[in-house]
């Protein structure tokens, strides 16, 4: 898969963890018992981290891009 490919499904699959971080924070929001507000929390927690290691493999691939190839 060249870099621009790779790059442009890492952006979608961020848009998609955005929205799902934005919903079960609705969610959590509406949540009625403890139970409920700690699963969503680690739901959270998993949802940030696999965010944020997307970001450091979109900022590595764009990087990658702008370095000269070896000939």
Request: charged share 30%; hydrophobic share 40%.
């Amino acid at each position: 898969m060249a870099n621009q490919a790779r790059i442009d499904a890492i952006q979608g699959e961020l848009r998609d963890i955005e929205a799902q971080i934005n919903e079960k924070e609705r969610q959590k929001a509406q949540a009625e018992t403890v139970n409920d507000i700690a699963r969503m929390d680690d739901d959270l927690t998993a949802l940030r981290a696999r965010s944020t290691s997307l970001q450091l493999q979109l900022t590595n691939l764009q990087a990658a891009g702008d370095e000269v190839a070896p000939f």
